[in-house]
């Protein structure tokens, strides 16, 4: 897992895709990111934090996310004690429902996901210091939390 939160240059550049999603300009990133609007479960504060899609489901409108940080995510803690208000896919704003992805149905997500983006799925891997064989995805996805919003 991550060792540190990053800052100054990087923790901006890391951060502009919101500022993106915002104005209504979310449609450059396609449909491999969305961004969630969701409170603080300490503060009440509206966040916005963008997220890669590791798997959309055509047939019921559902976008995969994974807690690259593990349930210590910020974005994570928030969304287990109050679901988000709002999810930006492309430039259009929606209001979603979120589920908690168990983990079993999480591992045939990443798998799908590693066939699909190998590079990318190598990231996250060599990222969080996980193995990529059979066994390595699922005690990765028993400490990198899955959640998947979609319509209500």
Same mark, same amino acid.
């Given at each position: 897992?991550?060792?540190?939160?990053?800052? &100054?240059?990087?923790?901006?550049?890391?951060?502009?895709?919101? $500022?993106?999603?915002?104005?209504?300009?979310?449609? !450059?990133? &396609?449909?491999?990111? @969305?961004? @969630? !609007?969701?409170?603080?479960?300490?503060?009440?504060?509206?966040?916005?934090?963008? %997220?890669?899609?590791?798997?959309?489901?055509?047939?019921?409108?559902?976008?995969?996310?994974?807690?690259?940080? =593990?349930?210590?995510?910020?974005?994570?803690?928030? !969304?287990?004690?109050?679901?988000?208000?709002?999810? $930006? @896919? =492309?430039?259009?704003?929606?209001?979603?429902?979120?589920?908690?992805?168990?983990? /079993?149905?999480?591992?045939?997500?990443?798998?799908?996901?590693?066939?699909?983006?190998?590079?990318?799925?190598?990231?996250?891997?060599? %990222?969080?210091? @996980?193995? !990529? /064989?059979?066994? &390595?995805?699922?005690?990765?996805?028993?400490?990198?939390?899955?959640?998947?919003?979609?319509?209500?």
């Amino acid at each position: 897992m991550f060792k540190r939160r990053p800052g &100054g240059l990087r923790k901006w550049l890391l951060g502009a895709p919101k $500022y993106l999603f915002q104005a209504r300009l979310g449609f !450059v990133f &396609g449909k491999r990111f @969305i961004c @969630i !609007v969701h409170e603080g479960r300490n503060t009440g504060k509206t966040y916005l934090t963008p %997220l890669e899609v590791v798997y959309r489901d055509k047939e019921t409108s559902e976008y995969f996310v994974i807690s690259a940080r =593990g349930a210590r995510a910020d974005w994570y803690r928030n !969304v287990e004690k109050y679901p988000v208000s709002a999810v $930006y @896919i =492309g430039s259009r704003k929606r209001k979603m429902r979120q589920r908690m992805v168990p983990v /079993d149905e999480a591992v045939v997500v990443i798998k799908d996901y590693q066939r699909r983006h190998p590079k990318s799925a190598a990231a996250l891997a060599q %990222l969080t210091g @996980i193995s !990529v /064989d059979s066994t &390595g995805w699922r005690a990765a996805m028993e400490q990198l939390p899955m959640v998947a919003f979609g319509p209500r």
